[in-house]
C-alpha cells in the first residue's frame, strides 16, 4: 500500500499538479487506454465542410466610380457605393467593384442578396467617425444583447448570397479620440465628463430590459448612448464570404456574422488594438470556416459565442460545427476562445494547424463561462496547435469568468468534452490551467501528445471529473499517465 502511495504521488509531482480535487484521483490513474467522444469527432470533420458551401455570383460588374465615387480619399463615396449596391442587386447580383485607389465612407456599407463587394487590391476605403452617421438604428446585438443600436460598419440583415472579397483594405479608423473612450477607460481616452458604456443609462439599461424581456424594437439606444458598433456584422443571413480583405482600427468586434448559417472566412487579415477589438465572432451561427487569416487585436483572435445571460436563453440559438484551421492568431487575450457570451449553448468546434505565438498573447485555448451566462458546451477539438509564446496558460478553462452577481445568476454552465491533441508550447506561466465548480465540474477533458516547455508555474486543476494526460511533457518532465 505504501509502494502505491509513492508513485501516485511522484507521478503528480511530475504532472506538476497543484489544487487537485481529491475526488480526481481515481480518473486520473485509472490510466484507460481508449478515449470516446459523445459527439462528432475528427472523422466528422469532412462531412461537416461538405456543407459549408462559398456563394457564387453572375459575372457582372458594377464599380463605384460608375456611380460617381472619387478615388481621391475626401469626397463621400457611400452614395455611389449605395448605388452600385441597388443596380447590381436588382439586375439579379454580381461584384460592387471598388478599384484601386482611396475612398472616404460618411457612413456604412448596407448589403442586399446576391451582392459581392469587390475590393481591388490598392483599395483603401476609411470610414467615418462621426457615430451620427451610423444613424438610424438598426436590429443588431451587443455583447450577446439584441438591441436596436448603430448600424455596423459594414451590415447585412436578412440577406443571403453575400460577400466581402478583394485584396483591399477597410479602415474604421478608431483610436483614442474616436469610439474607443466610450469604454469608460482612461487608458483609451476616456475622461470625466466623457459618455460611457457602463454609465447606467446605456449596458446597465440594456441589460436590465433583456433581463425583463422588453421587445428588442423598444430597446432603442444609437445617440448618447456610447456603445459601440461592430465592423463587419451579417445578421440572420445565409450562405456568407468573407475573403482576402484586410480591416484596420475598428470601434469593437470587427468580424460579427450572427444567427447565420453556412459562412467561409478565409484568407482575412485584422489588425486592431482597441478594447473589445476580437478579430472574428461567429454567433450562434451554424457551419462557420474559418482558415488562412491572421488575427492581431486587442482582444480574443477568435471567440465563439450564442448570446448573453437571459437574452441568449430567450434566442436559444447555439454555435455549431465551427472550423478554424491554418490560421495565425499574434497579439491578443486568446488565440481560439468559447464565451463568455455563450447562453444559447456551443458545440462542435475543430482547430487545428494554427500558428499562436506572441508576448502579448495571453493565452492559446480559452473556454470561459459563469453562473449568469449557463449554457451548454460540448464537443470542442483542437489538435497540432504550435503555439510558441503565450504569457498566460496555453490551456486555460473557467467557469467562473467575470461579474457573477445577480439574482439571475443560478444558471450553472455545463462543459463537456475537449479534445486536445499535439499542442507544443515554446514558453508560457502555465500549461494548463482549468477551474470548474465545485456543484458543477467541467468533464470528460482529454490531453494527449503535448510538449509544454518553459513553464514558469505549476498546472492548476480544480473541479474536474474525468481527466485524461497522456504521452505529454511539461518542462522535460513525461507526464504520460
Given at each position: ?17 497543484m489544487a487537485l480535487s481529491p475526488s480526481l484521483l481515481p480518473a486520473i490513474m485509472k490510466n484507460p487506454t481508449v478515449v470516446h467522444s459523445n459527439g462528432p469527432g475528427w472523422a466528422d470533420l469532412t462531412s461537416i465542410k461538405k456543407n ?333 496547435l504550435n503555439v510558441g509564446q503565450v504569457h498566460g496558460a496555453v490551456i486555460r478553462i473557467n467557469m467562473h469568468y467575470g461579474n457573477e452577481k445577480g439574482k439571475n445568476c443560478h444558471f450553472l454552465p455545463t462543459l463537456s468534452g475537449v ?63
Open positions: 500500500m505504501k509502494k502505491k502511495d509513492i508513485s501516485r504521488k511522484e507521478a503528480l509531482k511530475r504532472m506538476g499538479f459549408i458551401v462559398p456563394p457564387t455570383f453572375p459575372d457582372k460588374d458594377f464599380s463605384i466610380i460608375d456611380f460617381g465615387a472619387k478615388a481621391d480619399g475626401k469626397t463621400d463615396s457611400l452614395p455611389a457605393m449605395k448605388k452600385a449596391i441597388a443596380k447590381c442587386h436588382q439586375e439579379g447580383g454580381g461584384r460592387v467593384v471598388v478599384p484601386a485607389g482611396n475612398y472616404f465612407f460618411k457612413g456604412p456599407i448596407h448589403y442586399e442578396s446576391n451582392v459581392n463587394v469587390h475590393l481591388e487590391k490598392g483599395s483603401y476605403i476609411k470610414f467615418s467617425t462621426d457615430s451620427d452617421d451610423y444613424l438610424p438604428v438598426v436590429y443588431t446585438r451587443f455583447e450577446g444583447i439584441e438591441l436596436m443600436n448603430f448600424s455596423p460598419i459594414v451590415y447585412a440583415f436578412e440577406k443571403e448570397n453575400i460577400a466581402l472579397t478583394g485584396k483591399g483594405t477597410l479602415d474604421g479608423q478608431a483610436d483614442n479620440q474616436h469610439w474607443w473612450n466610450w469604454t469608460g477607460s482612461r487608458r483609451f481616452g476616456w475622461k470625466p465628463g466623457m459618455p460611457a458604456q457602463h454609465a447606467k443609462d446605456n449596458e446597465p439599461a440594456l441589460i436590465k430590459m433583456a433581463a425583463k424581456g422588453v421587445p428588442v424594437r423598444k430597446r432603442v439606444f444609437g445617440k448618447g448612448h456610447a456603445m459601440r458598433p461592430t465592423f463587419v456584422e451579417f445578421y440572420r443571413s445565409k450562405n456568407i464570404l468573407i475573403k482576402d480583405v484586410t480591416i484596420k482600427n475598428t470601434p469593437f468586434w470587427i468580424l460579427h456574422p450572427t444567427l447565420s448559417k453556412n459562412v467561409t472566412v478565409d484568407s482575412v487579415t485584422t489588425i486592431s488594438y482597441g478594447p473589445n477589438n476580437d478579430g472574428c465572432d461567429p454567433e450562434s451561427c451554424t457551419d462557420v470556416w474559418i482558415k488562412n487569416c491572421f488575427f492581431s487585436n486587442g482582444d480574443d483572435c477568435i471567440a465563439i459565442k450564442s448570446g448573453k445571460n437571459q437574452d441568449g436563453r430567450r434566442v436559444g440559438v447555439p454555435s455549431k460545427n465551427i472550423i478554424v484551421e491554418d490560421c495565425h492568431m499574434k497579439d491578443g487575450h486568446a488565440g481560439v476562445a468559447v464565451g463568455s457570451e455563450m447562453s444559447g449553448g456551443i458545440e462542435n468546434i475543430f482547430a487545428q494547424n494554427c500558428i499562436m505565438s506572441s508576448p502579448h498573447l495571453e493565452r492559446a485555448i480559452r473556454i470561459k463561462s459563469n453562473a449568469c451566462r449557463g449554457g451548454s458546451m460540448k464537443n470542442f477539438h483542437y489538435r497540432n479534445y486536445v491533441d499535439n499542442v507544443d508550447s515554446k514558453h508560457s506561466q502555465h500549461a494548463i490551467f482549468i477551474v470548474g465548480r465545485e456543484n458543477k465540474p467541467v468533464r470528460d477533458i482529454f490531453i494527449k501528445n503535448c510538449t509544454f516547455k518553459n513553464v514558469e508555474s505549476k498546472n492548476i486543476i480544480k473541479y474536474v471529473k474525468d481527466i485524461q494526460i497522456r504521452n505529454s511533457i511539461m518542462n522535460g518532465n513525461n507526464i504520460h499517465i
